[in-house]
């Protein structure tokens, strides 16, 4: 399978403790997004990178949250001191370059703050 | 104002009907758009992309209305298979992605 991975699918966790998500896109695309999502609602934009550089980030993304594309290859995603309102669907998505390119998603990380 | 709205629904319609879904963008900068499909608890699937000439996918078409800031989704003979919320995104300056909340289809049969 050459689709986008996340891992891990699940994730329960205490308030307060740190967690941690990973994302390898496709192999070929040097785009990858980051977004949220919860009940009822759209994905929301977190973050965007450009092979290892991240171009833009969401206010969403407050400063509890860190992303990071070391090598232009898999991103990992951190949220510190979670609380409950974290409690979501962290979803993935690749593209290639260009503005008509669609993302392909990965299966998403979902997260549950106890 | 939401950036992107679209009608929640739920739409409810039996097999074999037509059903025409809208989204309205607020930006006119926006330059990408993009109809994407997703199954209860499943990550979004892309469905089509959306272009001002129109684009047709078998039993789908999408639209595109830059003048009004809308796109359209229209499904006909609509299958069992289609139930799920289909999600309107527009794309601002090459990578901005906005979604819009979804429209929740129920086909019966």
């Known amino acids: 399978d050459t689709g986008v991975s996340q891992n891990p699918r699940h994730k329960i966790t205490k308030r307060g403790q740190n967690v941690t998500f990973r994302c390898d896109p496709i192999?070929?695309?040097?785009?990858l997004y980051w977004y949220r999502q919860t009940l009822g609602q759209g994905p929301e934009f977190l973050t965007y990178?450009?092979?290892?550089?991240?171009?833009?980030k969401s206010r969403l993304l407050s400063d509890r949250f860190s992303a990071e594309r070391p090598k232009g290859s898999f991103s990992t995603l951190e949220i510190q001191r979670t609380e409950q309102g974290d409690s979501a669907m962290y979803l993935c998505?690749?593209?290639?370059?260009?503005?008509?390119?669609?993302?392909?998603f990965g299966d998403g990380t979902r997260l549950s703050i106890l | 104002r939401k950036e992107v709205e679209q009608d929640p629904g739920p739409f409810n319609v039996p097999e074999g009907a037509t059903v025409a879904f809208n989204c309205t963008y607020s930006?006119?900068?926006?330059?990408?758009f993009f109809w994407y499909r997703q199954d209860c608890r499943k990550e979004p699937k892309l469905l089509m992309s959306?272009?001002?000439s129109g684009n047709e996918d078998g039993r789908f078409t999408a639209q595109l209305n830059r003048a009004s800031q809308y796109i359209s989704l229209l499904i006909r003979d609509s299958k069992l298979s289609d139930s799920a919320t289909y999600l309107c995104v527009v794309i601002i300056g090459g990578f901005k992605t906005i979604f819009g909340a979804g429209t929740r289809l129920f086909v019966k049969a």
């Open positions: 192999s070929e695309h040097n785009r």
């Open positions: 959306v272009y001002s």
């Open positions: 990178f450009q092979n290892e550089a991240q171009l833009e």
């Open positions: 998505a690749s593209s290639l370059q260009g503005q008509v390119s669609p993302q392909h």
């Open positions: 930006n006119s900068a926006s330059q990408s």
